[in-house]
């Protein structure tokens, strides 16, 4: 099966170029080969390579950026997954794309499910979620993972940053009224693998939005004491340093964010039989990589 990945260069990409099953013929497109907001590139991409799935990692992330970039935001996110969609309709191939917790208000007190109300807080959520529609609006076929919290070790997310800051300074403030849940772009790459397997050998799929995050769920500040007792424990740092919780209201941010965004992961459970992945053990893998790179 052809098999063509868009922003093939980001953290959840890298690693879908990384374990692209051997049985597969993979293409990894990174922006300046294929920009997804632009017409007549994903047009002639897909005319060219004939994929018979795509998988769409391409997205504007930059999430406080957004708030102020809102035309580049939707273009790329909302646009962009469109244009992949008809392209995707054209072609009678299906989508797989990635979205976001940040689709959801925050203000619930359980997981969220696929079947809850969205409301994101700020425009990258927003313009995510406008994503979604432009997918469902054009294509019959595809799957939307929301996912939450990623990190890896290519590319730039929480794990590394703190890492940094744990050498800059002796102590850090770390937000701990925020509830979510970190996932491995490792894992992700996986479960978007095992998705597209079942696809190849069956040539259908229970199309629709699913829910995927890393188990168990817990605030920044208990991720960030996590990362530093294992970076520690591992020899990346010397020294930890001291992590105070505060709160939200004590770190300002331009994108406001979802005081709860856990996602409930059983249906993508017992549609696939992909279980959540314990994200201590990839955090544990993940800082073994940057030891040895
Ligand atoms: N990061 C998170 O914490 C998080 C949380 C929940 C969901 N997600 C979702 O997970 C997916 C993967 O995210 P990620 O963490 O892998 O993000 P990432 O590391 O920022 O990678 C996104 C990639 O998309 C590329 N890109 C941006 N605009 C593009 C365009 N117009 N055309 C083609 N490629 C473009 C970027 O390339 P350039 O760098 O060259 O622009 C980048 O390589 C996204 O859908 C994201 O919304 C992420």
Redesign the pocket.
Known sequence: MRVLI????????AELIRLAPAEFNVTGL???Q????DSDQVARTVTQLQPQLII??????AVDKAESDSERAY???RD?TGLLAQAAERAGIPLL??????VFSGDAQAAYTEADITAPTGVYGAS?LAGEQALAEHCSRYITL??????GA????FVKTMLRLGQERKTLGVVADQYGAP?A?IS?AQALWKVARDYAASGTLPWGVYHFSGTPSCSWHDFAVAIFEQAQQLGLLSESPQINAITTADYPTPAKRPANSVLSCSKLQQAFGIEQPDWRADLHRVLEALKSA
């Open positions: 868009t922003g093939a260069q980001g953290q959840v990409g990174g922006s300046a294929l920009d997804i907001s769409n990692a391409a997205a504007y992330t273009a790329v996110n962009g794309h990635i979205s976001t917790d940040y995510k929301r996912t939450s919290w990623v990190f290519t590319g730039n997310n996932t772009a992700i």
